[in-house]
């Protein structure tokens, strides 16, 4: 059994409250680390090829020289450059000389960056007994990929309302022959819980947060949908809650604080996973949790999407399945690749199988998302909603029929209505079915442009489909009544329309008062129309009064004035 332990020293200063560290947002007075822990993280990367790439944290910001390690991705160094913005400031030029711009003059170093915020950790933990190689592992993890301090850490800037975090990137601790180091996974939490309790030591709430189980699933021939890799995942993330919880039993006796109780059963783990050793270590870490005495209320989380993990390699966060085999330019991802390998296949065959329009590849829909959701999250602390799951499609639902077209009888009745709108003469024929109910109508604007004439007839042709097709009316009564553009005007000729807006106006309102019966939408007030003479405003600037003739002559000659201009 494996049990994480955070390597200590006899020293009577260990019995002390608490770290004198006091949080990350002090930073050292120099940018180099004192001596003694500077070459901690150069020792580490001793051997590690470099290479300098321009990259901004955003297309609208200025380029700026990055240097990480060859084998990491150019979105690695805009991450970087977005974690270590105030590291790009130039150094001030001597008195008399002016600066030289050059491409790698002001780089941001991977090694130095993370130096900032990992040798004060160092220098605490030594000083309090706690650990005497944190350093070294914290950069270890960094340089292996297999796990990094959250933002907060990086940048120096504290969220009082966001736990500071450290993610654990799962694929990094599994390879084919080897299968999952579980000693690492459970040595890199507990130096994890170290780092954020000396980080941040009033914190109460961290969040560990495991992250790319999709590409571990994949690496390990599992499909995410399936029971085995909701087993694996229950047992990962029992094991790695269990010694989260056992390190924050270990700060609490060492800082104090030790007041929460933890949770963790071994109950609901599987019998067995297919990773071999994984089932039987987390069911032994369960066991020996303590059951109190924690320095931490929460120590682990699955976690949105975070920039950091760009510094990791991961593309696919916390617990999500993968979405796409292929990656932007059109070639298989690394995690299908790993699928491939582990099932023993090869890529020419599934890009082949994917231009058929098929898949080798395990697909992964709500339910299973819904599902690895509920097998993890017995043993995490803090995690997004559960995701929606779909409506039953069994479920008893009214079938939608597709529209029929129901054919006009080769004879039909109708009518043709002759009418004139604002002087444009209009012919509005009508065919009906059998029964007497509306179905084609038929628009002619003889003395029009053929442009008016043409969308008339369109629109005619558009309401007949419509009703042959079981639209009501009064449907089209309703989105075209009032339409307001030319020609508009008097309606002459027709005795159920007086005015109209436009002709679809006009034809869609009579057509309501000659099928549906119903009162005619009223016309629109226009001013100054069918008016009472005594209430009509006047149109000048002036109060007159009604009566003219009942105001004195000598009155009125006051009220009017000619001035020479």
């Not at 059109?330 to 599934?350: F, H, I, P, V, Y």
């Not at 004439?453 to 639209?471: D, F, K, N, P, Y």
Request: proline share 8%.
């Amino acid at each position: 059994m494996f049990i994480p332990v955070i390597q200590r020293k006899t020293d009577s200063r260990s019995s002390r409250a608490g770290p004198t560290i006091t949080g990350m947002n002090k930073r050292p007075s120099s940018p180099v680390p004192a001596a003694g822990h500077a070459d901690h993280g150069q020792s580490i990367w001793h051997g590690i090829r470099m290479r300098d790439v321009l990259a901004a944290p955003s297309p609208d910001d200025d380029p700026r020289a990055i240097r990480i390690p060859v084998s990491w991705a150019d979105d690695a160094a805009a991450a970087l450059a977005a974690l270590c913005t105030e590291m790009a400031t130039p150094p001030r030029p001597k008195r008399g000389r002016a600066a030289r711009p050059t491409p790698f003059g002001h780089r941001i170093d991977a090694v130095m960056a993370a130096d900032r915020w990992i040798a004060p950790l160092d220098e605490a933990a030594c000083r309090e007994g706690l650990h005497e190689t944190l350093g070294a592992s914290l950069h270890t993890m960094l340089r292996d990929r297999r796990g990094a301090a959250g933002v907060s850490l990086w940048t120096g800037q504290e969220d009082a309302l966001t736990p500071p975090s450290f993610l654990i990137n799962l694929p990094a601790f599994y390879t084919r022959t080897d299968g999952l180091d579980v000693a690492a996974l459970g040595q890199a939490v507990s130096d994890a819980v170290l780092a954020l309790t000396l980080a941040v030591p009033s914190a109460r709430r961290l969040a560990v947060a495991p992250t790319g189980l999709a590409a571990l699933l994949d690496k390990a021939g599992l499909a995410y949908a399936s029971q085995e890799a909701q087993d694996t995942a229950r047992c990962l993330t029992a094991f790695i809650r269990a010694c989260a919880d056992h390190a924050s039993a270990i700060m609490a006796r060492s800082l104090g604080g030790g007041e929460a109780a933890s949770s963790v059963v071994s109950r609901n783990l599987p019998a067995s996973c297919p990773l071999p050793g994984l089932a039987e270590a987390a069911r032994q870490a369960c066991e020996t949790a303590p059951l109190g005495g924690l320095r931490h209320r929460a120590t682990t989380a699955i976690l949105p999407p975070q920039i950091v993990e760009s510094l990791l390699g991961v593309r696919i966060s916390g617990i999500a399945p993968g979405f796409s085999p292929l990656t932007s330019e059109g070639t298989l991802s690394e995690s299908a690749q790993d699928w491939l390998l582990a099932r023993g296949l090869r890529a020419e065959d599934a890009i082949a199988a994917l231009i058929r329009g098929e898949s080798v590849f395990p697909s992964a829909d709500t339910a299973a998302r819904v599902a690895m959701h509920d097998a993890v999250a017995p043993f995490i602390h803090m995690m997004e909603a559960r995701p929606a799951a779909e409506p039953d499609k069994d479920a008893a639902t009214t079938p939608i029929r597709s529209a029929q077209a129901e054919d006009l009888p080769a004879r039909r009745r109708g009518y043709t209505q002759r009418a004139t709108v604002g002087g444009h003469t209009v012919f509005l024929r009508t065919g009906e079915y059998a029964d007497g109910r509306l179905g084609e109508i038929s628009i002619s604007l003889p003395k029009d442009s053929p442009t008016a004439r043409g969308l008339t007839e369109c629109l005619a042709q558009a309401i007949s489909i419509g009703l042959q097709h079981g639209v009501r009316l009064d449907r089209f009564v309703e989105a075209l009544a009032l339409t307001d553009f030319g020609p508009a005007g008097t309606v002459e000729g027709d005795p159920s329309v007086d005015r109209a807006t436009s002709i679809p106006d006009y034809v869609v309102r009579h057509l309501a008062a000659s099928y549906t019966h119903q009162a005619v939408t009223p016309a629109p007030v226009v001013e100054g129309q069918n008016e009472d003479e005594d209430t009509i405003a006047p149109l000048l600037p002036l109060d007159l009064p009604h009566d003219v003739r009942k105001v004195p002559a000598r009155s009125r000659r006051r009220g009017l004035r000619l001035v020479n201009g």
